[in-house]
């Protein structure tokens, strides 16, 4: 039970670190991936201001432009994904570090922070994790560099400077490393269900096309074709980053209310 209670956050913050994820996540994760995959199943396209029904029509051989586009399991996807990679996987990285005295993802000297404090810190965290997925954006739709290993390494450089300025702390960069590795295999069985496909032009990632183990054809027998985009890797190492500042600022507001 002990255990139990170091990895899990409390009720109240958990609910809303779940909440936010399922509202901001869809709006932060908008901003690329009309650049880099197409949705199959419970599709949501809201189309940019100002742009009639008669010019989407015109350009439907085209890219047309959107405000949003999305799908309606992407919310609970990133809700559930916001309290994994903001409160239960750093809490487990900290236990394995055997750093048992710290029973969230709050450093010391997080603890000694103001709620206002980490709130900001929180905001800025999502704020640049917003411009970080722009930045990926533009680095495909753009002819800046002509090569996604350097796209990846820009995008890598960007999320690094990310966590040094904003956090900084051992457990938060292991994390994210974790995340970022494994986060875009997380797609897999999604991309082979279904429910979405990267475009042609951002499929640079093939990690099961050397593998034949007879588990993933379960995935279908033609996992090894199976696409993801290198570029998405810093993304999830940067909302990471986000999760676990929103965190912090939930897990100390719920101190100070109890105290209060």
Not at 38 to 58: C, G, N, R, T
Not at 142 to 164: K, P
Not at 215 to 225: E, T
């Amino acid at each position: 039970m002990k255990i139990a209670s170091n990895i899990f956050p409390k009720p109240l913050p958990a609910l809303r670190l779940i909440l936010t994820g399922a509202t901001v996540g869809p709006l932060v994760d908008s901003l690329h991936n009309q650049c880099l995959l197409e949705y199959q199943k419970a599709m949501v396209d809201i189309p940019a201001p100002f742009v009639s029904s008669s010019e989407l029509l015109m350009h439907m051989n085209d890219e047309p432009s959107y405000l949003l586009r999305t799908s309606w399991y992407i919310p609970p996807l990133l809700g559930v994904a916001y309290i994994v990679l903001g409160a239960i996987l750093p809490r487990i990285v900290s236990l394995l570090m055997a750093k048992t005295n710290e029973t969230s993802t709050i450093g010391k000297e997080e603890q000694i922070s103001s709620s206002s404090a980490l709130r900001t810190k929180a905001i800025l965290a999502v704020s640049t994790t917003a411009l970080i997925i722009k930045l990926s954006e533009y680095l495909e739709t753009s002819s800046l560099f002509s090569s996604s290993e350097m796209n990846l390494i820009v995008m890598s450089a960007a999320a690094l400077t990310q966590w040094g300025l904003l956090d900084g702390t051992l457990v938060s960069l292991i994390t994210a490393v974790i995340v970022a590795i494994g986060g875009p295999l997380s797609e897999l069985p999604f991309v082979a269900a279904g429910f979405w496909h990267y475009t042609p032009q951002a499929s640079d990632y093939f990690p099961l096309k050397d593998l034949d183990w007879e588990i993933l054809k379960l995935l279908g027998d033609d996992y090894q074709d199976l696409a993801l985009s290198s570029i998405t890797g810093p993304c999830y190492f940067a909302v990471t980053m986000d999760a676990i500042a929103l965190s912090r600022w939930f897990d100390v507001d719920e101190d100070n209310n109890s105290v209060n």
